[in-house]
């Protein structure tokens, strides 16, 4: 039996529209929430969670702009808390392997008494074509602070598959679902696939953490997204993460996306220069 209404926490963010869409197609009753969404939902401004999860069954939870920071915590708390008052039954949560803060925020979704998700996800390929890299790329040279490892990068269609699975499949509740790409790469050779798919020059080049910081804010970039970016190439990217999972073929019984993939169907969209 189909459950009553999914709502989409993040409806118009990478895995939330693509999660949307499969769910819509497969006919699901769903509630696409955004700031700007017939039912608006703000992280930042709680007054309007109850509104938007009244007559939610199930709920797929992104949060903005990651679970990493400080806040993110005690948002969740709240947004579990006010979702099992209101009857929301089953919660998915993406969150990012390798973070301390997202793991607080894991257990107490864990520990709610609510069927629940976590689908803990590595890098996603599509911060390279629709993320804050897209700019470096067509500039002909992306510059990041140093990575200190290499990272399985993960397909966001792969993402959405899973949470689609979680969210429609009993036999996966309760369970922490951890997916990752099916090859470790570096930035570097991230870079050079781009630019032998597309034709075009494209260099990496690396910068002190503070001096890509210093930049960055200089051209407007927040200070809870210049913490994360210090907390993910300082903290995250430090070798912790340099393994692959096999749930992708475990839950959809086929192989996850390679970066190779990726780029093949990407340089044909001609976002890339």
């Known amino acids: 039996m189909k459950v009553k209404k999914i709502a989409i926490v993040g409806a118009t963010g990478k895995t939330g529209q ?17 700031r700007n969404s017939e039912y608006p939902f703000d992280w930042t401004d709680r007054s309007g969670w109850s509104k938007a999860l009244q007559g939610v069954d199930s709920a797929y939870v992104t949060y903005f702009p990651d679970l990493a920071v400080p806040q993110a915590a005690e948002d969740i708390r709240a ?27 894991e257990q ?41 490892a290499d990272e399985p990068f993960i397909d966001v269609d792969d993402i959405a598959d899973v949470v689609v699975a979680a969210l429609t499949r009993t036999d996966l509740r309760n369970l922490l679902l951890e997916i990752t ?21 494209i260099t990496f080049a690396t910068a002190s953490i503070d001096y890509y910081l210093l930049g960055a804010k200089a051209q407007g970039l927040p200070d809870d997204l210049a913490w994360l970016i210090n907390e993910l190439f300082e903290n995250v990217l430090d070798g912790r993460n340099e393994s692959t ?6 839950v959809l019984r086929r192989p996850a996306k390679s970066f190779q993939q990726y780029v093949k169907e990407t340089a044909q969209t001609g976002v890339w220069g």
Request: negative net charge; charged residues 20%.
């Open 79 to 105: 947004f579990v808390e006010l979702a099992k008052s209101l009857g929301v039954k089953h919660i998915v949560l993406l969150s990012g392997r390798g973070e301390e803060g997202a793991q607080l925020a």
């Open 18 to 34: 693509r999660v949307l869409a499969q769910l819509q197609a497969l006919e699901y009753s769903v509630r696409a929430l955004s």
């Open 108 to 148: 107490l979704l864990i520990g709610s008494g609510l069927e629940w998700n976590v689908v803990r996800a590595s890098w996603f390929m599509q911060n390279f074509s629709e993320s804050f890299m897209l700019e470096g790329i067509n500039a002909g040279q992306l510059v990041l602070p140093k990575p200190k």
């Open 245 to 250: 999972t096999d749930m992708i073929e475990k």
């Open 181 to 201: 790409g099916p090859q470790l790469l570096s930035f570097e050779a991230c870079v050079e696939s781009i630019a032998e798919a597309t034709g075009q020059e």
